[in-house]
């Protein structure tokens, strides 16, 4: 996995986390670490996971599962 930290790219899946952090109130790392210990696998589950329980909306989720299961990881 390739650590990443901000500022994040502003094109991409990448350019939704400074909103994601700002409305949700927790860091990407915090958001990977909630998906990694959510014991589901594949992509659309873990987007419905993230809306379901966390109140994410569908481009944030999508986003920010897509760019954790690409192998990509936030710095903590």
């Not at 990443?4 to 990977?32: C, D, L, M, T, V």
């Not at 990694?36 to 659309?44: S, V």
């Not at 809306?51 to 990881?73: D, I, P, R």
């Amino acid at each position: 996995m390739a650590d990443q930290s901000p500022p994040w790219p502003k094109q991409g899946p990448a350019s939704y986390f400074p909103s994601i952090e700002e409305n949700h109130g927790r860091s990407i790392a915090e958001w990977q670490k909630i998906i990694a210990e959510c014991g589901l696998e594949k992509h659309m589950a873990i987007v419905g996971y993230l809306k379901s329980e966390h109140h994410m909306g569908h481009g944030h989720a999508n986003a920010l599962v897509g760019w954790t299961l690409a192998g990509n990881a936030a710095a903590p």
